[in-house]
């Protein structure tokens, strides 16, 4: 195994990136939803309503939410399940967690709230119709130990969804990098009080695995009719795969 992994652009021990990774979700919480909003010009909304779409979940099932944050898809998710279902957010930072958590008691979904690694998930194997994770599984230290206990959690048959920045199409990618790397800190700075994490954002997408290397990793972890669905010409890309 590696003893090093991405930390944005630089090379980094794996519990120096999971510090580092904490202290940025701990510095913008407050804001995180606020700078979503912005980055995307709403578009994330969107992003995640197509997500629960293209889960298939029905009321009854049971849902697992990892690094949830403040619970935009538990709470799309939890309408869909209804009563007679269940969704359980779960994220590795306090901060973000709370802040999800808060949010749904405040809209009347009830929920479990758990505050775990997405490495070693605390659930029984076989426990969940749908495992999902939207934007989190750029920051895991170890994706493959993430995507192996989403596919430990989920029954047979049962889906997975991984919502991720990914490659955008070739010849949008010069704006957008513009974007990224001017844009984005300067908007950090004026509304989180923090550029630093928004550069780390922006680099942090361009060391994820793109779109056929993150279907390559699903399929070693066992996931079975692994696609993906490129969302914004591939700025963001749905990834989903199945159980069996």
Not at 49 to 67: I, K, P, Q
Not at 175 to 197: C, H, M, Q, T
């Amino acid at each position: 195994m590696s003893d090093r992994t991405h930390f944005g652009f630089e090379q980094v021990a794996p519990d120096e990136k999971a510090r580092r990774v904490k202290g940025v979700f701990e510095s913008v919480a407050g804001k995180y939803d606020l700078m979503n909003d912005l980055m995307s010009g709403g578009l994330h909304r969107a992003w995640k309503r197509f997500t629960v779409e293209a889960s298939g979940v029905r009321a009854g099932n049971r849902v697992l939410d990892v690094a949830g944050g403040t619970a935009d898809l538990a709470r799309l998710f939890a309408d869909r399940v209804g009563s007679s279902g269940g969704v359980v957010l779960t994220d590795i930072n306090s901060a973000m967690l709370t802040a999800g958590r808060d949010r749904m008691i405040d809209e009347g979904r009830l929920a479990p709230a758990v505050q775990c690694n997405a490495e070693a998930l605390p659930f029984r194997a076989s426990s969940f119709d749908c495992v999902c994770i939207g934007f989190g599984l750029r920051n895991v230290t170890r994706k493959e130990a993430a995507l192996g206990e989403m596919r430990r959690v989920l029954r047979p048959g049962g889906v997975a969804l991984i919502l991720e920045f990914s490659r955008v199409w070739e010849p949008l990618r010069p704006a957008y990098d513009w974007y990224s790397f001017n844009i984005l800190p300067r908007l950090g700075r004026l509304v989180a009080k923090d550029e630093a994490s928004y550069r780390y954002l922006a680099e942090s997408i361009r060391v994820h695995p793109d779109q056929p290397a993150l279907k390559a990793m699903m399929e070693h972890a066992g996931f079975a009719r692994v696609e993906w669905f490129n969302l914004a010409a591939g700025i963001v890309a749905l990834h989903r795969g199945y159980a069996l």
